[in-house]
């Protein structure tokens, strides 16, 4: 035999035993089987289908959801998982509700870890009417119980789990406390004592027959009214605080069910919210974008325009235009390959040619009174060579002429100092008063 | 003795229907044949 064959061997007995567990009821049992034999043959189908199985019947709708997708995938045609997924399927909403019971259960767990018992317990409560074999809610809602010492109901629940899951451990091990917090262990003990012992009747014990004792008027009026009595206890102490309980009860219930639904609608408000400002933030987006692309003298629409008056502009010879346009051109947005080598020769020349035109220029525009003009094509010149004292001086003198003493001063202090031996320093100093 | 903050702690969250596919998609499922040919394969190219 070799060893695949030894290894297809030992999955099926694995199989086989998960099997007769899971017959048994033994679903934590038959599952670990289950899973083993997956380990060793991830193709045994139904082992794999009988495990979703398990885990659907566990109320682990997910797992099992797992299982039999994989084992639809490993076996497309004649598998039974076809069959399972189609019926978790059929019913409409079906699998929406089982989402919402997983999201509730991990909710009310998280109420739990974090302290909030009471809250957690009403969930629970309706997780395990909504789906009564969830075990895990089952179990978790028994240790709250018992952590609040509330053993009959924790063992309610304990019995639950153990009815859909004989040998769960956890149920197993909860319930050994439970019984030994309300005493039914001495009980149990005590009973399987009894079933294998008796005490055989001796000839000295005597049966006493029940007597019988004739009551007079006076005692019956009198038991009359201690039964009254007794009544009017019962219904004080233990029917009206029933019904109080069972009002409190369907009143917590009832607002659990408005606290759900006021979740889901706030969850869906959320969504919606979210959605309304990715969708107006990709509007604004789409918007600037827009506006990039064709809008103010700043767009990349507007420089490919300049550019092509550029062009034209040398085509025409007109240096002066062409400087013009060139210093007011964004050439950042410039970004097809093909301009940018044709951007690229355009500023090499204007480094050349652009100073002259520029100092030309500034000096017309200063020389017709227009200084904003003047102090913009000086800064361009400046831009490109900072190194010029006329154009220092020129600029202190718009801005003296401007009443902006202390540019000006600057700027004459500038030209004082790192031009010291021009004879644009001594004029400098006569404009500063020195 | 059951330590009720303990045990609390020990509960995991059920996975949810939607992670069903992401799950699906990280699951391995390498068994123990896969490992065995693979191993064989190496000893044969050995």
Redesign the interface.
Same mark, same amino acid.
């Given at each position: 035999m070799d060893?695949?064959q030894k290894?297809?061997y030992?999955?099926n007995s694995y199989y086989n035993r998960g099997l007769e567990l899971a017959h048994e009821r033994d679903l934590s049992g038959a599952a670990l089987y289950l899973k083993r034999a997956?380990?060793?043959?991830?193709?045994h189908t139904d082992a794999r289908n009988l495990l979703g199985l398990i885990f659907y019947e566990l109320g682990?709708?997910?797992?099992a959801?797992?299982q039999w997708?994989?084992s639809i995938n490993l076996q497309p045609e004649d598998n039974l998982a076809d069959h399972y997924l189609d019926e978790v399927q059929r019913k409409p909403g079906q699998?929406e509700i089982?989402?919402q019971t997983?999201?509730k259960?991990?909710q009310a767990?998280?109420h739990?870890?974090s302290g909030s018992d009471d809250l957690a317990v009403l969930q629970l409560k309706r997780i395990v009417e909504e789906k009564p074999n969830f075990v895990?809610a089952h179990?978790?809602l028994s240790?709250?119980y018992?952590?609040h010492e509330d053993y009959t109901k924790a063992g309610k629940s304990l019995v639950k789990v153990l009815h859909i899951d004989q040998n769960n451990p956890k149920a197993s091990?909860?319930m050994e406390?439970v019984k030994s917090r309300t005493g039914k262990a001495d009980v149990e003990k005590r009973k399987l004592k009894n079933a294998y012992s008796h005490r055989e009747m001796q000839d000295d014990d005597v049966i006493l027959p029940p007597t019988y004792k004739e009551n007079t008027g006076w005692q019956s009026i009198i038991n009359i009214g201690i039964g009254l009595f007794l009544g009017v206890v019962l219904v004080m102490f233990m029917i009206v605080p029933a019904r109080e309980r069972s009002l409190n009860s369907q009143h917590n219930n009832e607002m659990l069910a408005y606290t759900d639904k006021l979740n889901l609608a706030n969850q869906e408000m959320d969504r919606l919210r979210k959605e309304a400002e990715d969708y107006q933030a990709e509007r604004a987006k789409a918007e600037e974008d827009l506006n990039n692309l064709v809008g103010d003298s700043g767009s990349v629409l507007v420089q490919y325009q300049t550019l092509a008056e550029i062009l034209d502009a040398y085509r025409k010879d007109d240096i002066t235009s062409a400087v013009r346009l060139y210093i007011d051109m964004d050439a950042s947005k410039i970004t097809n390959e093909n301009m940018m080598n044709i951007l690229t020769e355009i500023q090499a020349d204007m480094a050349q040619r652009a100073p002259d035109v520029l100092q030309s220029l500034g000096e017309q525009a200063a020389g017709a009174g227009d200084y904003d003009a003047a102090l913009h094509y000086y800064e361009k010149y400046m831009g490109i060579n900072d190194r010029n004292p006329q154009i220092i001086f020129n600029m202190a003198m718009i801005y003296k002429a401007q009443g902006d003493e202390d540019t000006a001063n600057q700027l004459f202090g500038q030209v004082i100092m790192n031009f010291s031996n021009s004879e644009l320093s001594a004029r400098a100093k006569t404009e500063r008063g020195y | 003795?059951?330590n009720?903050e303990e *045990?609390? +702690?020990r509960?995991r969250?059920?996975? *949810?229907? +939607?992670?069903?596919s992401d799950?699906?998609m990280k699951?391995d499922?390498?068994?123990?044949?896969?490992i065995?040919?693979e191993i064989?394969k190496e000893i044969r190219e050995k």
């Amino acid at each position: 035999m070799d060893y695949l064959q030894k290894i297809q061997y030992a999955a099926n007995s694995y199989y086989n035993r998960g099997l007769e567990l899971a017959h048994e009821r033994d679903l934590s049992g038959a599952a670990l089987y289950l899973k083993r034999a997956l380990q060793f043959n991830k193709y045994h189908t139904d082992a794999r289908n009988l495990l979703g199985l398990i885990f659907y019947e566990l109320g682990e709708t997910s797992d099992a959801l797992i299982q039999w997708v994989v084992s639809i995938n490993l076996q497309p045609e004649d598998n039974l998982a076809d069959h399972y997924l189609d019926e978790v399927q059929r019913k409409p909403g079906q699998l929406e509700i089982a989402s919402q019971t997983i999201k509730k259960y991990n909710q009310a767990l998280a109420h739990a870890q974090s302290g909030s018992d009471d809250l957690a317990v009403l969930q629970l409560k309706r997780i395990v009417e909504e789906k009564p074999n969830f075990v895990k809610a089952h179990l978790l809602l028994s240790l709250l119980y018992m952590a609040h010492e509330d053993y009959t109901k924790a063992g309610k629940s304990l019995v639950k789990v153990l009815h859909i899951d004989q040998n769960n451990p956890k149920a197993s091990r909860y319930m050994e406390y439970v019984k030994s917090r309300t005493g039914k262990a001495d009980v149990e003990k005590r009973k399987l004592k009894n079933a294998y012992s008796h005490r055989e009747m001796q000839d000295d014990d005597v049966i006493l027959p029940p007597t019988y004792k004739e009551n007079t008027g006076w005692q019956s009026i009198i038991n009359i009214g201690i039964g009254l009595f007794l009544g009017v206890v019962l219904v004080m102490f233990m029917i009206v605080p029933a019904r109080e309980r069972s009002l409190n009860s369907q009143h917590n219930n009832e607002m659990l069910a408005y606290t759900d639904k006021l979740n889901l609608a706030n969850q869906e408000m959320d969504r919606l919210r979210k959605e309304a400002e990715d969708y107006q933030a990709e509007r604004a987006k789409a918007e600037e974008d827009l506006n990039n692309l064709v809008g103010d003298s700043g767009s990349v629409l507007v420089q490919y325009q300049t550019l092509a008056e550029i062009l034209d502009a040398y085509r025409k010879d007109d240096i002066t235009s062409a400087v013009r346009l060139y210093i007011d051109m964004d050439a950042s947005k410039i970004t097809n390959e093909n301009m940018m080598n044709i951007l690229t020769e355009i500023q090499a020349d204007m480094a050349q040619r652009a100073p002259d035109v520029l100092q030309s220029l500034g000096e017309q525009a200063a020389g017709a009174g227009d200084y904003d003009a003047a102090l913009h094509y000086y800064e361009k010149y400046m831009g490109i060579n900072d190194r010029n004292p006329q154009i220092i001086f020129n600029m202190a003198m718009i801005y003296k002429a401007q009443g902006d003493e202390d540019t000006a001063n600057q700027l004459f202090g500038q030209v004082i100092m790192n031009f010291s031996n021009s004879e644009l320093s001594a004029r400098a100093k006569t404009e500063r008063g020195y | 003795m059951i330590n009720f903050e303990e *045990e609390i +702690e020990r509960f995991r969250p059920s996975l *949810e229907v +939607e992670a069903v596919s992401d799950t699906i998609m990280k699951s391995d499922i390498t068994d123990m044949a896969d490992i065995m040919m693979e191993i064989m394969k190496e000893i044969r190219e050995k």
